[in-house]
Nanobody, 113 residues
Framework: VQLVESGGGLVQPGRSLTLSCAAS????????MSWYRRTSGKEREWVAT????????VYADSVKGRFTISRDNDKNMVYLQMRKLGPEDTDVYYC???????WGQGTQVTVSA
């Protein structure tokens, strides 16, 4: 299984970004999928989870109301739409299914003026 995250970048506070997660070697529709984030020296933090059908979504309190997780099972993709970004959202973002697979390289999100 290979997970490839993309879509990160440098943005100003208050702006938006959408991250993408592409998977190969696995059919994502069989799994609840999550986004996580971590910077060097810190524990990996869970951000959001979407049920395999796309019906149920849960979020960490720190992103609730600002981030939206979604998926396209036909494309084998998972997304994270991030709005109203702040410096506290600066991190490397990863997707996975509860750590079931080897972690991808992640995508760096930097929020700075």
């Amino acid at each position: 299984v290979q997970l490839v995250e993309s879509g990160g970048g440098l943005v100003q506070p208050g702006r938006s970004l959408t991250l993408s997660c592409a998977a190969s070697g696995v059919t994502l529709s069989n799994y609840d999928m999550s986004w996580y984030r971590r910077t060097s020296g810190k524990e990996r933090e869970w951000v959001a989870t979407i049920e395999r059908s796309g019906g149920g979504r849960v979020y960490a309190d720190s992103v609730k109301g600002r981030f939206t997780i979604s998926r396209d099972n036909d494309k084998n993709m998972v997304y994270l739409q991030m709005r109203k970004l702040g410096p506290e959202d600066t991190d490397v973002y990863y997707c996975n299914a509860d750590g079931r697979w080897r972690w991808g390289q992640g995508t760096q999100v930097t929020v700075s003026a």
